[in-house]
């Protein structure tokens, strides 16, 4: 069975900078985008940025130019690196793993951005 795993949420303040890892484990075969979703209190959970296995991307209007989306296919891990961070940041943030068959996800970690 697959896990998905995120780490490096936290608090840091308006401006600063974050680094998100999540790793899929458990299975490789197939796997084919990762992405970084998040839901904020009383919010749809959004997509952030997706990756492709061949290094294409995607990233919402209101994170192009801040974050960066990464992935190293030999470890089955994305990465997220978040700059120039605002509090409309503020949110659980998911990691996405989307099999040929099937989603998994992370149970989220949070980013906290202050004012």
């Known amino acids: 069975q697959v896990q998905v795993v995120e780490s490096g949420g936290g608090l840091v303040q308006a401006g600063g900078s974050l680094r998100l890892s999540c790793a899929a484990s458990?299975?490789?075969?197939?796997?084919?985008?990762m992405g970084w979703y998040r839901q904020a209190p009383g919010k749809q959970r959004e997509l952030v940025a997706t990756?492709?296995?061949?290094?294409?991307?995607n990233y919402a209007d209101s994170v192009k130019g801040r974050f960066t989306i990464t992935r190293d296919n030999a470890k089955n891990t994305v990465y997220l690196q978040m700059n120039s961070l605002k509090p409309e940041d503020t949110a659980v943030y998911f990691c996405?793993?989307?099999?040929?068959?099937?989603?998994?996800w992370g149970q989220g970690t949070q980013v906290t951005v202050s004012s």
């Open positions: 458990g299975s490789s075969f197939g796997l084919n985008l």
């Open positions: 996405n793993a989307k099999f040929f068959w099937a989603d998994y």
């Open positions: 990756i492709t296995s061949t290094g294409s991307t």
